[in-house]
């Protein structure tokens, strides 16, 4: 059973122990269909899923009551963040009792949880991130070349996967070069900042890009090889693409959207070209999967595999959930 969607406004108790999705069109997530089928497989009766959708110009007063309102009640144990996993850290930094390594350093919160009542703001993104990408690009594909990487958008999702991509223990096995756009400046400022304090070595390149033909350039300027990364949202949250139709993608590169649902126009622009490009394309499925289970191995203190058989039970009833819900 699906239950309805929660605002900052209509927050009522938890009537069962109950993780929250907290984003922007939450009721409209795969996750709704897919949480039931995980949470009987892995043995958390009773346990239920609610979204709390906020708009993407949320306050910090509507940020808190959220957070203090999952803190103070009993059945409540915590909540995935999408899209306001940087203002929902900002604004509720005072009211977590615990802060894990990654959100301190990325100064972001994708996961709440509540660990013998203590309220902890996690950064999950640098692992589920990690993970996907393992599953995307093969070992040692940065290696000796000249291969770069873009990231369209500096929200929280691009700060997890620059983390990831550029950090120095990958030795040799990193882009020759991060370029980040985005249209905030005090995004980008983030992680640049967020880069200096990582001391990764890695040349960073961040373009205020007001509108969609500074992206097209940016992409224009990849080497062959080089992986883009749709992290803007566009497609999801919002309808669209942050490319133009004029853009062109690096040849032998690997095209990323995070999405997996909704507008995918970066994903059919990418498609358009994978033949003659020899371009890899693929959508955020796996990312999903592991930014989910990451989340509910955390918050309902359970073992979830990142990989082999049982992680692949996991992936199969969650493509049942969906495609049955797409057949309706």
Same mark, same amino acid.
């Given at each position: 059973m699906t239950l309805p969607v929660l605002t900052a406004r209509?927050?009522?108790?938890?009537?069962? +122990?109950? #993780?929250?999705?907290?984003?922007?069109?939450?009721?409209?997530s795969s996750i709704q269909r897919v949480f039931p089928r995980w949470a009987e497989h892995l043995g958390l009766d009773g346990a239920r899923l609610r979204g709390i959708d906020l708009p993407l110009d949320a306050t910090r007063e509507e940020y808190r009551r959220v957070v203090e309102f999952i803190a103070g009640d009993e059945l409540s144990l915590g909540a995935l963040i999408t899209t306001h996993k940087l203002n929902l850290y900002r604004a509720c930094q005072d009211l977590f009792e615990d802060i894990d390594p990654h959100a301190r350093l990325m100064a972001e919160a994708s996961c709440l949880s509540k660990p013998e009542g203590r309220l902890t703001a996690h950064a999950k993104d640098a692992v589920s991130s990690g993970l996907a990408l393992r599953?995307?690009?093969?070992?040692?594909? @940065?290696?000796?070349?000249?291969?770069?990487?873009?990231c369209l958008g500096a929200g929280?999702?691009?700060?997890?996967?620059?983390?990831?991509?550029?950090?120095?223990?990958?030795?040799?096995?990193?882009?020759?070069r991060l370029t980040v756009t985005d249209r905030s400046a005090e995004r980008l400022a983030h992680l640049g900042a967020l880069h200096e304090r990582t001391g990764t070595g890695t040349e960073l390149r961040r373009v205020l890009a007001d509108g969609a033909e500074r992206n097209d350039a940016a992409l224009a300027a990849l080497p062959p090889g080089s992986l883009?990364?749709?992290?803007?949202?566009?497609?999801?949250?919002?309808?669209?693409?942050?490319?133009?139709?004029?853009?062109?993608? +690096?040849?032998?590169? #690997?095209a990323w959207d995070l999405n997996y649902r909704g507008d995918l126009v970066f994903l059919?622009?990418? &498609?358009?070209?994978?033949? &003659? &490009?020899?371009?890899?394309?693929?959508?955020? @499925?796996?990312?999903? #999967?592991?930014?989910?289970?990451?989340?509910?191995?955390?918050?309902?203190?359970?073992?979830v595999p990142e *990989?082999? +058989? &049982?992680?692949?039970?996991? *992936?199969? #009833?969650?493509?049942q959930a969906t495609n049955q819900e797409a057949a309706r």
């Open positions: 209509t927050l009522v108790p938890a009537a069962a +122990p109950t #993780l929250y999705f907290i984003g922007v069109s939450t009721g409209r599953a995307l690009l093969p070992e040692g594909h @940065w290696a000796g070349g000249e291969a770069e990487a873009l929280g999702a691009t700060v997890a996967i620059s983390w990831y991509l550029t950090h120095p223990d990958r030795g040799a096995d990193r882009p020759r883009v990364v749709n992290a803007t949202g566009l497609g999801k949250d919002a309808p669209g693409s942050p490319l133009t139709a004029a853009a062109t993608f +690096p040849e032998r590169g #690997l059919d622009q990418a &498609r358009a070209q994978a033949a &003659r &490009r020899s371009l890899r394309v693929a959508d955020g @499925w796996v990312y999903f #999967l592991h930014g989910w289970t990451q989340v509910i191995a955390e918050v309902f203190r359970v073992h *990989s082999g +058989p &049982r992680f692949e039970e996991l *992936s199969v #009833l969650a493509g």
